[in-house]
């Protein structure tokens, strides 16, 4: 089993050596792809959410085997409050799962949304923002993007 924490891309000859190339993503695939998935779910207005995926040699590219739609009140939750929520859904979503994958039972998709992607340094500008404070208000956090107030 492969689960990477982080921002890795592995090259086809050493996921090969696994039989289970997971990644437990808190976004809802292929949407938030990349760096902050939390963080633009909820500033680009997608559907935030939870998905596992077979890691292959892109970013969060890989066949989805499963995924959850999680709705939030922003004016109630902070980045922080929502990514608890996601992490706690992401490994229930797995455990309730665990042996239909490890059986193969579930062969998963390709998406056919386009997605989308964010690359580190876009999160950091915007976090530099907010004085990289997830406890940062989503509703507030979203009027300081919409205005545009990124360097």
Known sequence: ???ICGYKILKKNFLEKFKYNLNL???????NRGYYPNLWSH????????????????????????R???NFDV???????SYDILKK???NLFISNWHQIR???IKGFKPLEKGTFHFKKEGLDFLKKINYNWDTNIDHAIN????????
């Open 25 to 31: 993503h808190p976004s809802y695939l292929p949407f």
């Open 43 to 66: 500033l680009d207005g997608n559907q935030s959410g939870v998905s596992i995926h077979i890691i292959d040699e892109g970013i969060d590219t890989g066949r989805i085997l499963l």
């Open 89 to 91: 859904e992401i490994e």
């Open 103 to 105: 059986l193969n039972k």
């Open 1 to 3: 089993l492969l689960n």
């Open 144 to 151: 300081i993007f919409k205005k545009g107030n990124l360097s």
């Open 68 to 70: 959850k739609k999680i």
């Open 75 to 81: 004016n109630c939750h902070t980045f922080s409050s």
